[in-house]
């Protein structure tokens, strides 16, 4: 070792050091929001920056700088008070290898002619070229087709809705995937509109220092976030540490089972309800319910109601534990002695996951767990919970585009995850073969009296101010059997959770490409060569938000009450433009630019957006101030990027706080909590639009609920592990949240998917041993909608007759239309149920031989 | 020298990759199995007994570095302020023996050719040189990760240096404190065999004729050998797509 000697040596260590510590040397330290769709989007993000590109992300630091075991510092004050760094999830670190993918959507672009959609074959457009090319077709399609003929397959996007309600023309589905059950449940049983917040749950400081027992059901919060990060499973867990019992009850054996859960009880998947009405049924029977709460707070005709169906008074089958045990494969004993702990541990706070809803009559779950929380006096009391949506702290919402959106005059046609549907069936409208009853009922039809709209100055043959009835009446068309009449979609923004229409929709990703090839123009909109956008003719390059618009942002979601501020660190990549100036740029094409946004008349975009913001900001902080909030000045939080709402007080929070403590009633008809619904039980209600006693709409009630109970029943699901299509396709699929993407978001990034996580079809060993099948096997999995192939996750974790692919897979066909991503979309179906539950299951088979890509 | 080090709580891992990932991005490392932060998960036991085993490894930087003592470059140092083991990468010469050396699979390599040079945690003396602490354990949700002098950390959490699967500390003195995971309890009573004769049923509302969900109860609860993934901790894995396997998850 003469040649490197200590001098050397030693100079080569400084040397070392030297090179480390000059990594990150210089760069600037910005702050910014986690735009993320993960339900909650409350993280704060501390970006690096070196000569105007991201270098690296790392996590908040507003409170305890350079703690890393926080709850080692903090008093229980800080903790109501969430004086907490708000620490991301994996996806957080890596916006900047999103922001620079090879994938990035750069410039507009237009299909090449000649080719077909999903070849993927783009040509560059200029901005001018694709705004002008979009909103010529979107006149040309209108003029020729009526105003039926432009739509959105997903709601909400908020900028559409405002484009077509302006415009007077186009249609939009009505609904979110994610927890329709649940807030079509909050408006039956509460009387909470399903699209305004509403009142929530207990915030995590109270389910920390307040209940006596945590239940878990169908809850993976190691997963699913809303938000911050995994804040939730760090709550959870820092109770189970104080000595709070918690119980997982679950189908899978999660990391939640592992690591948040003292006992897993496994369930069959989709048989949830027969367990809760089983609970139930014990609770009644051994009167260990909250008798005083029922007689107060609940209505009692709906209890009688559900009591009488509960003990077998109405259909003659009496919901015992034994009967339960048979349906969902968890013993009588285990259920009876559940009931009688969670009897005992009052107040619980249980928390049912938004995936058992997401089956046909998921209704059934988002009702049962609120209905039981409801006769044990748990709801809208400190420690307790309300299953239906978990939220933060009661606070003002942000940026709804430019005032009110014309939300109302854009009809909903349709169930958002029924839009190929209500593309494909219409051919069987039209040759006679199906009723438009039956039409309707099969979309989920969700409008009224189409309601008198402005005529658009762009039709040809009308005069402007008259009504779309009258141009139609001329017509000879009587208004009832006026149907959508799709031949043009538009489609796109940030991460909506329909983004990646064809992975994301519930709808069948191929009912979804046969109802494309239906259509005359596609326009969509991204930031991502995803999927989607490979089957537009028009492509729109979007702002990577996080990192590149600059705007400010609050979630009526997840744990913590906050907003943060995304100053647009870093310029967009390529010709990316904010969604806003696309659709603003859009609306001034069509002749409606001042009214869709008075602050933008065609130039100085960045000036107007400013003033914007700043207006908005203004607005914010008076209505903060209202509430014993003090926001920073502009500059400020333009440079600390958060509020937090929590600050200002000194206690855990929890919802309904106004009808129990405050004798407020609830505005349901009765005023109390409603388990039972006499609109759901009145057949003369059927085919109608809804509205509660207190006029307003039911947003998340079709006009036929087709057979939606009238309260949380049990109704075996469509294509469940009963089935008699078991003989073909023997294994039950479910479709589960992954833990490193948003939808598809990522879905594309090498440190996530294939360096920390395989994307892969979960299998008992038994299942996989039949099928000569091992673990990182390559299995082909079909069924009678589609063929994907994956590498098997071979596992004790799940038990055999069912399989996991998560959500939000690429897909990814080859010339045979096998999806090598593998979205589990593909395999999904129209099925029959009563469509405001999103179903994400159905039955497939998987086989060892996958042949050649 | 103060000898820093780390506090790993098992118990609230959930295997999520956060500390990983933050690692990866602040270092620019590419994806692959250069991975400072190794996090494992694999399946114990099978039903009814089930659990999932979850790890996040780093390096010890322990108080005898026996990867420092087993090169024969002298390219692996343990800094002097903060008692960071670090390679010198223009002194090594890839030849692997740091590798052999040490216990807890801390050395890295881009791939498996003979000639990449040794890669490690570098306890971030970079981020520690700002006033910061390493960035895995600020990217940790569940704080299941802490990090300060090592006498403090014991004084806070007590001396517990090994874990089920990691080697015992007493020959390299790893400046590290570890926490157990949780044992699980029966809150109320629950029967598997039951539970198995249950689900293997298909149920009351069943189409007739179906067959049951499966037919061998002991490939349930007894699998095949080499059937299930990852069904051990495996912490040096001795290639790059080994490594791949142990260090990945299907969430």
Same mark, same amino acid.
């Given at each position: 070792?003469?040649?490197? @000697?200590?001098?050397?040596?030693?100079?080569?260590?400084?040397?070392?050091?030297?090179?480390?510590?000059?990594?990150?040397?210089?760069?600037?330290?910005?702050?910014?929001?986690?735009?993320?769709?993960?339900? /909650?989007?409350?993280?704060?993000?501390?970006?690096?920056?070196?000569?105007?590109?991201?270098?690296?992300?790392?996590?908040?630091?507003?409170?305890?700088?350079?703690?890393?075991?926080?709850?080692?510092?903090?008093?229980?004050?800080?903790?109501?008070?969430?004086?907490?760094?708000?620490?991301?999830? *994996?996806?957080?670190?890596?916006?900047?290898?999103?922001?620079?993918?090879?994938?990035?959507?750069?410039?507009?672009?237009?299909?090449?002619?000649?080719?077909?959609?999903?070849?993927?074959?783009?040509?560059?457009?200029?901005?001018?070229?694709?705004?002008?090319?979009?909103?010529?077709?979107?006149?040309?399609?209108?003029?020729?087709?009526?105003?039926?003929?432009?739509?959105?397959?997903?709601? *909400?996007?908020?900028?559409?809705?405002?484009?077509?309600?302006?415009?007077?023309?186009?249609?939009?589905?009505?609904?979110? &995937?994610?927890?329709?059950?649940?807030?079509?449940? +909050?408006?039956?049983?509460?009387?909470?509109?399903?699209?305004?917040?509403?009142?929530?749950?207990?915030?995590?400081?109270?389910?920390?220092?307040?209940?006596?027992?945590?239940?878990?059901?169908?809850?993976?919060?190691?997963?699913?976030?809303?938000?911050?990060?995994?804040?939730?499973?760090?709550?959870?867990?820092?109770?189970?540490?104080?000595?709070?019992?918690?119980?997982?009850?679950?189908?899978?054996?999660?990391?939640?089972?592992?690591?948040?859960?003292?006992?897993?009880?496994?369930?069959?998947?989709?048989?949830?309800?027969?367990?809760?009405?089983?609970?139930?049924?014990?609770?009644?029977?051994?009167?260990?319910?909250?008798?005083?709460?029922?007689?107060?707070?609940?209505?009692?005709?709906?209890?009688?109601?559900?009591?009488?169906?509960?003990?077998?008074?109405?259909?003659?089958?009496?919901?015992?534990?034994?009967?339960?045990?048979?349906?969902?494969?968890?013993?009588?004993?285990?259920?009876?002695?559940?009931?009688?702990?969670?009897?005992?541990?009052?107040? #619980?706070?249980?928390?049912?996951?938004?995936?058992?809803?997401?089956?046909?009559?998921?209704?059934?779950?988002?009702?049962?767990?609120?209905?039981?929380?409801?006769?044990?006096?748990?709801?809208?009391?400190?420690?307790?919970?309300? *299953?239906?949506?978990?939220? &933060?702290?009661?606070?003002?919402?942000?940026? +709804?585009?430019?005032?009110?959106?014309?939300?109302? +005059?854009?009809?909903?046609?349709?169930?958002?995850?029924?839009?190929?549907?209500?593309?494909?069936?219409?051919?069987?409208?039209?040759?006679?073969?199906?009723?438009?009853?039956?039409?309707?009922?099969?979309?989920?039809?969700?409008?009224?009296?189409?309601?008198?709209?402005?005529?658009?100055?762009?039709?040809?043959?009308?005069?402007?101010?008259?009504?779309?009835?009258?141009?139609?009446?001329?017509?000879?068309?009587?208004?009832?059997?006026?149907?959508?009449?799709?031949?043009?979609?538009?489609?796109?923004?940030?991460?909506?959770?329909?983004?990646?229409?064809?992975?994301?929709?519930?709808?069948?990703?191929?009912?979804?490409?046969?109802?494309?090839?239906?259509?005359?123009?596609? %326009?969509?909109?991204?930031?991502?060569?995803?999927?989607?956008?490979?089957?537009?003719?028009? %492509?729109?390059?979007? #702002?990577? +938000?996080?990192?590149?618009?600059?705007?400010?942002?609050?979630?009526?979601?997840?744990?913590?009450?906050?907003?943060?501020?995304?100053?647009?660190?870093?310029?967009?990549?390529?010709?990316?433009?904010?969604?806003?100036?696309?659709?603003?740029?859009?609306?001034?094409?069509?002749?409606? @630019?001042?009214?869709?946004?008075?602050?933008?008349?065609?130039?100085?975009?960045?000036?107007?957006?400013?003033?914007?913001?700043?207006?908005?900001?203004?607005?914010?902080?008076?209505?903060?101030?209202?509430?014993?909030?003090?926001?920073?000045?502009?500059?400020?939080?333009?440079?600390?990027?958060?509020?937090?709402?929590?600050?200002?007080?000194?206690?855990?929070?929890?919802?309904?706080?106004?009808?129990?403590?405050?004798?407020?009633?609830?505005?349901?008809?009765?005023?109390?909590?409603?388990?039972?619904?006499?609109?759901?039980?009145?057949?003369?209600?059927?085919?109608?639009?809804?509205?509660?006693?207190? /006029?307003?709409?039911?947003?998340?009630?079709?006009?036929?609920?087709?057979?939606?109970?009238?309260?949380?029943?049990?109704? *075996?699901?469509?294509?469940?592990?009963?089935?008699?299509?078991?003989?073909?396709?023997?294994?039950?699929?479910?479709? &589960?949240?992954?833990?490193?993407?948003?939808?598809?978001?990522?879905?594309?990034?090498?440190?996530?998917?294939?360096?920390?996580?395989?994307?892969?079809?979960?299998?008992?060993?038994?299942?996989?041993?039949?099928?000569?099948?091992?673990?990182?096997?390559?299995?082909?999995?079909?069924?009678?909608?589609?063929?994907?192939?994956?590498?098997?996750?071979?596992?004790?974790?799940?038990?055999?007759?069912?399989? %996991?692919?998560?959500?939000?897979? =690429?897909?990814?066909?080859?010339?045979?239309?096998?999806?090598?991503?593998?979205?589990? =979309?593909?395999?999904?179906?129209?099925?029959?149920?009563?469509?405001?539950?999103?179903?994400?299951?159905?039955?497939?088979?998987?086989?060892?031989?996958?042949?050649?890509? | 020298?103060?000898?820093?080090?780390?506090?790993?709580?098992?118990?609230?891992?959930?295997?999520?990759?956060?500390?990983?990932?933050?690692?990866?991005?602040?270092?620019?490392?590419?994806?692959? !199995?250069?991975?400072?932060?190794?996090?494992?998960?694999?399946?114990?036991?099978?039903?009814?007994?089930?659990?999932?085993?979850?790890?996040?490894?780093?390096?010890?930087?322990?108080?005898? !570095?026996?990867?420092?003592?087993?090169?024969?470059?002298?390219?692996?140092?343990?800094?002097?302020?903060?008692?960071?083991?670090?390679?010198?990468?223009?002194?090594?010469?890839?030849?692997?023996?740091?590798?052999?050396?040490?216990?807890?699979?801390?050395?890295?390599?881009?791939?498996?050719?003979?000639?990449?040079?040794?890669?490690?945690?570098?306890?971030?003396?970079?981020?520690?040189?700002?006033?910061?602490?390493?960035?895995?354990?600020?990217?940790?949700?569940?704080?299941?990760?802490?990090?300060? !002098?090592?006498?403090?950390?014991?004084?806070?959490?007590?001396?517990?240096?090994?874990?089920?699967?990691?080697?015992?500390?007493?020959?390299?003195?790893?400046?590290?404190?570890?926490?157990?995971?949780?044992?699980?309890?029966?809150?109320?009573?629950?029967?598997?065999?039951?539970?198995?004769?249950?689900?293997?049923?298909?149920?009351?509302?069943?189409?007739?004729?179906?067959?049951?969900?499966?037919?061998?109860?002991?490939?349930?609860?007894?699998?095949?050998?080499?059937?299930?993934?990852?069904?051990?901790?495996?912490?040096?894995?001795?290639?790059?797509?080994?490594?791949?396997?142990?260090?990945?998850?299907?969430?």
């Amino acid at each position: 070792m003469e040649s490197k @000697g200590n001098s050397g040596k030693k100079a080569h260590r400084v040397a070392v050091l030297k090179k480390l510590k000059g990594l990150h040397a210089g760069e600037e330290v910005l702050y910014t929001g986690c735009r993320i769709n993960c339900g /909650g989007s409350q993280c704060v993000l501390k970006v690096r920056r070196r000569d105007g590109k991201v270098t690296a992300i790392e996590p908040d630091d507003h409170y305890n700088r350079g703690v890393g075991r926080e709850d080692t510092v903090v008093s229980d004050l800080d903790l109501i008070k969430n004086r907490l760094q708000v620490r991301g999830c *994996p996806m957080g670190w890596m916006f900047h290898k999103l922001a620079y993918s090879p994938e990035r959507i750069l410039y507009p672009m237009k299909r090449v002619e000649g080719t077909k959609r999903g070849e993927g074959k783009f040509e560059r457009i200029t901005w001018d070229e694709a705004l002008d090319l979009v909103a010529n077709k979107m006149n040309e399609v209108v003029d020729r087709y009526g105003p039926y003929s432009v739509f959105t397959p997903y709601a *909400p996007n908020a900028r559409l809705e405002r484009l077509f309600g302006l415009w007077g023309a186009g249609i939009e589905g009505w609904g979110w &995937c994610s927890m329709d059950p649940g807030r079509l449940a +909050m408006h039956l049983m509460a009387g909470v509109p399903g699209w305004s917040y509403g009142e929530g749950s207990n915030d995590m400081a109270d389910f920390l220092m307040n209940t006596k027992m945590i239940v878990l059901w169908g809850f993976e919060p190691t997963i699913t976030h809303f938000g911050p990060g995994h804040q939730l499973a760090y709550y959870i867990k820092m109770a189970r540490e104080r000595g709070t019992p918690v119980i997982c009850i679950d189908c899978r054996y999660t990391v939640a089972a592992e690591v948040l859960a003292d006992q897993w009880i496994p369930i069959k998947p989709g048989t949830d309800a027969a367990m809760m009405l089983a609970v139930a049924n014990v609770l009644i029977k051994e009167n260990l319910y909250d008798r005083e709460f029922v007689e107060k707070y609940v209505d009692l005709h709906g209890f009688e109601k559900w009591r009488a169906y509960i003990l077998g008074e109405t259909d003659g089958i009496e919901k015992t534990p034994e009967w339960a045990e048979k349906v969902c494969a968890v013993p009588a004993e285990t259920i009876r002695a559940f009931a009688r702990l969670y009897a005992r541990m009052k107040p #619980t706070w249980l928390w049912k996951g938004y995936g058992i809803d997401r089956k046909s009559r998921g209704e059934n779950t988002a009702r049962g767990a609120a209905s039981l929380q409801a006769i044990m006096g748990n709801w809208g009391v400190a420690g307790g919970s309300v *299953p239906l949506h978990l939220r &933060c702290r009661d606070k003002p919402n942000v940026l +709804m585009p430019y005032g009110d959106i014309p939300r109302k +005059m854009v009809p909903k046609m349709y169930r958002s995850h029924k839009w190929a549907q209500m593309v494909l069936l219409l051919d069987k409208v039209r040759s006679g073969e199906m009723s438009v009853e039956e039409y309707k009922r099969k979309i989920g039809w969700r409008t009224g009296p189409l309601p008198k709209r402005p005529l658009s100055r762009v039709w040809a043959g009308g005069a402007a101010g008259a009504g779309i009835e009258d141009t139609i009446e001329e017509n000879g068309i009587a208004i009832e059997e006026t149907l959508p009449n799709p031949k043009m979609m538009l489609w796109g923004t940030y991460y909506g959770p329909g983004t990646n229409t064809l992975n994301n929709n519930v709808d069948s990703t191929n009912d979804q490409l046969k109802a494309l090839e239906k259509l005359e123009f596609v %326009v969509w909109a991204g930031t991502q060569m995803a999927s989607m956008a490979r089957h537009a003719d028009v %492509v729109f390059p979007l #702002t990577e +938000m996080t990192l590149e618009q600059r705007t400010l942002q609050t979630a009526g979601y997840g744990g913590f009450a906050n907003y943060t501020f995304l100053p647009g660190v870093v310029p967009p990549q390529g010709e990316a433009k904010p969604d806003d100036w696309l659709y603003s740029e859009l609306a001034r094409r069509l002749g409606i @630019g001042e009214e869709y946004n008075r602050h933008y008349k065609g130039n100085n975009w960045d000036e107007c957006w400013e003033e914007y913001l700043q207006d908005e900001y203004r607005e914010l902080a008076k209505k903060l101030k209202k509430e014993g909030v003090k926001a920073p000045g502009w500059k400020k939080f333009t440079k600390s990027c958060l509020i937090n709402v929590d600050e200002a007080y000194d206690e855990p929070w929890h919802g309904y706080k106004s009808f129990i403590e405050g004798g407020k009633p609830l505005k349901t008809r009765s005023g109390k909590i409603e388990l039972y619904s006499h609109i759901i039980d009145d057949e003369s209600q059927r085919g109608k639009l809804h509205f509660d006693d207190h /006029g307003q709409l039911i947003d998340n009630l079709p006009n036929d609920w087709r057979d939606l109970a009238p309260f949380a029943a049990y109704q *075996p699901i469509y294509r469940g592990m009963e089935h008699a299509d078991v003989n073909r396709f023997p294994l039950m699929l479910l479709s &589960c949240y992954p833990r490193y993407r948003n939808h598809t978001t990522f879905w594309n990034i090498p440190w996530l998917r294939g360096d920390c996580y395989r994307h892969a079809i979960w299998m008992n060993a038994a299942d996989a041993q039949a099928r000569g099948i091992k673990d990182g096997d390559l299995v082909r999995i079909h069924n009678d909608k589609g063929v994907g192939v994956l590498p098997a996750y071979v596992t004790s974790r799940i038990l055999p007759g069912m399989v %996991v692919i998560h959500h939000g897979g =690429n897909y990814e066909p080859d010339k045979d239309g096998v999806d090598w991503g593998c979205t589990p =979309n593909i395999f999904f179906t129209d099925m029959e149920s009563p469509v405001t539950a999103p179903p994400v299951t159905n039955l497939v088979e998987v086989e060892r031989n996958v042949g050649v890509r | 020298m103060t000898q820093y080090g780390f506090f790993f709580d098992q118990s609230r891992c959930t295997g999520c990759h956060a500390c990983s990932i933050a690692c990866k991005g602040w270092y620019d490392l590419p994806p692959g !199995p250069l991975k400072y932060m190794r996090v494992y998960q694999w399946e114990q036991g099978a039903f009814p007994n089930t659990r999932l085993g979850l790890l996040a490894v780093n390096c010890y930087h322990c108080e005898n !570095p026996v990867c420092a003592t087993a090169c024969p470059n002298e390219a692996i140092f343990k800094e002097d302020k903060y008692g960071a083991v670090l390679v010198d990468q223009e002194r090594c010469e890839g030849e692997r023996e740091c590798w052999d050396a040490c216990p807890y699979g801390a050395i890295v390599y881009p791939s498996d050719k003979r000639d990449e040079k040794a890669q490690k945690c570098t306890m971030c003396v970079d981020r520690l040189e700002e006033g910061l602490i390493p960035i895995c354990v600020t990217a940790c949700s569940l704080r299941a990760l802490d990090f300060g !002098p090592v006498e403090e950390l014991r004084k806070k959490y007590g001396e517990l240096d090994t874990l089920e699967g990691l080697p015992d500390g007493s020959q390299t003195r790893p400046s590290v404190v570890f926490k157990p995971r949780d044992g699980k309890k029966q809150l109320i009573p629950w029967d598997g065999n039951k539970v198995l004769e249950l689900w293997q049923q298909r149920g009351p509302f069943a189409a007739t004729d179906l067959p049951p969900t499966f037919t061998d109860k002991d490939a349930v609860t007894r699998p095949a050998p080499g059937t299930v993934g990852r069904d051990r901790l495996v912490l040096k894995p001795k290639t790059a797509e080994e490594l791949m396997v142990a260090t990945r998850n299907d969430e």
